[in-house]
């Protein structure tokens, strides 16, 4: 491996994590991210899970379409072929925290079926197949954008727990204050911008 090709894996790595964050750059997965924050344990779950889905997804997505679908001319069904990937990898994560952390299986509810659906994690594979990265790149973009996805919600969750014990005006409490904290805490992530140049 050059020093070329480190660095540009650690730049698209920092730019999935930090500066084009899903989250609070790109505004995808706010369904589960507002729905799952309340609290920080659910949310930690939540996160681990995103980052193994988006992580495994992104390697079998990419491997699927550079050796099969790409010489078979079959890029149309991408999204479709995706989308099965990504819900055989939920199904795993569902299966494997109900039967061993029953507690996090019955706190993340619905949300964690709606990992099989969320737009973030269909985004990082069709993202990688048009960039066209090779499949060491579009894993760790992959796990980079889960990460980016489990700090956000991590961090909300924090914010959400004090906001409990704060005194918010009665039309601000519960969503609203939500809604803008995630905002203040997406104007913060800007100040990430131009911190690599690719």
Avoid: W
């Avoid at 990937?85 to 109900?98: G, M």
């Amino acid at each position: 491996m050059d020093s070329t090709y480190v660095q540009q894996l650690f730049a698209i790595m920092i730019g999935a994590i930090l500066i084009n964050n899903f989250v609070f750059a790109k505004f995808l997965a706010l369904c589960s991210f507002v729905g799952v924050s309340k609290k920080v344990e659910p949310s930690v779950g939540m996160g681990i899970s995103v980052i193994f889905v988006m992580g495994c997804s992104s390697f079998i997505a990419a491997l699927l379409y550079r050796y099969i679908m790409k010489p078979l001319h079959i890029e149309y069904m991408t999204i479709l072929i995706f989308i099965i990937v990504i819900a055989s990898f939920v199904q795993l994560v569902e299966i494997y925290t109900k039967k061993m952390i029953p507690s996090l299986y019955k706190a993340l509810g619905v949300y964690l079926v709606i990992i099989a659906t969320n737009c973030a994690v269909l985004a990082a594979p069709l993202m990688n197949a048009e960039k066209n990265y090779d499949l060491l790149t579009s894993t760790l973009h992959g796990i980079a954008a889960g990460i980016g996805y489990a700090m956000a919600i991590i961090l909300l969750s924090y914010i959400r727990e004090r906001l409990d014990l704060a005194e918010v005006p009665g039309p601000l409490k519960g969503m609203p204050i939500s809604f803008i904290a995630t905002g203040l805490m997406a104007i913060a992530f800007l100040g990430f911008t131009g911190l690599i140049k690719m």
